[in-house]
């Protein structure tokens, strides 16, 4: 009866050893194909941003700042987390930051939303697409279609969204940048843009800033 019973448990047992082992051998090229992917679209993100969206002031003292606010916790709408990263300029005045793009592109979207106020939405030649929401008001002839080049000016930040077309006050001026990449099901997924902006903090488009208070 011992012997049967060793028998018997070797049976079982032996199987389920091999199932793991393939399955881990499974799990392992799963991880390494997701790496490499990963590396890849970090690659070409980099490559592809060419300017901070933000022009820099020749001729006033305004400056701007960001933070890693990667899935921070929004609550407008419903709980949510954050996926961009938030430029918050040091005057909380809308219309006087020149918004440049950050890549070459075609205008995918431009219009309100609900969330983003008045934004644009540009797919890059590899592909991705580069998010600016909370806009004041765009470049004079934008339209969707559009081929645009890196550090073409887009318009001004602002504090639009969060309503109805229109509304603004909601929150402090500031320029909102998302990165999507296409999934393997072909649907943009959301990247932090925060490394991507400080690895380009320092290439900037240069511009003579004008307050549009100062023509009232």
């Given at each position: ?38 590396a ?64 070459d ?45 890196a ?25 909102h940048?998302?990165i ?37």
């Amino acid at each position: 009866m011992k012997k049967k019973r060793v028998r018997f448990c070797l049976i079982i047992l032996i199987p389920v050893i091999v199932f793991d082992w393939m399955l881990l051998l499974r799990m392992e090229q799963y991880v390494s194909d997701k790496v490499t992917a990963a590396a890849g679209t970090a690659q070409l993100i980099t490559r592809e941003i060419q300017y901070f969206p933000i022009a820099v002031s020749t001729n006033a003292p305004l400056s701007f700042d960001f933070a890693d606010s990667w899935m921070a916790e929004r609550t407008y709408g419903g709980s949510r987390s954050h996926e961009g990263c938030d430029i918050i300029t040091t005057e909380d005045v809308r219309g006087i930051y020149p918004v440049v793009s950050m890549t070459d592109g075609v205008i995918e979207s431009i219009g309100w939303l609900q969330l983003g106020g008045y934004r644009i939405g540009i797919r890059s030649p590899g592909g991705i697409y580069y998010y600016y929401a909370h806009m004041e008001s765009y470049a004079a002839g934008l339209a969707e279609g559009q081929d645009i080049r890196a550090g073409q000016f887009l318009g001004f930040v602002g504090d639009s969204g969060y309503g109805e077309e229109g509304t603004v006050g909601q929150f402090l001026v500031h320029l909102h940048i998302g990165i999507y990449v296409p999934d393997a099901d072909g649907e943009d997924a959301a990247v932090n843009p925060y490394p991507y902006l400080e690895a380009v903090r320092e290439t900037v488009i240069r511009a003579a800033y004008t307050n549009p208070e100062d023509s009232r």
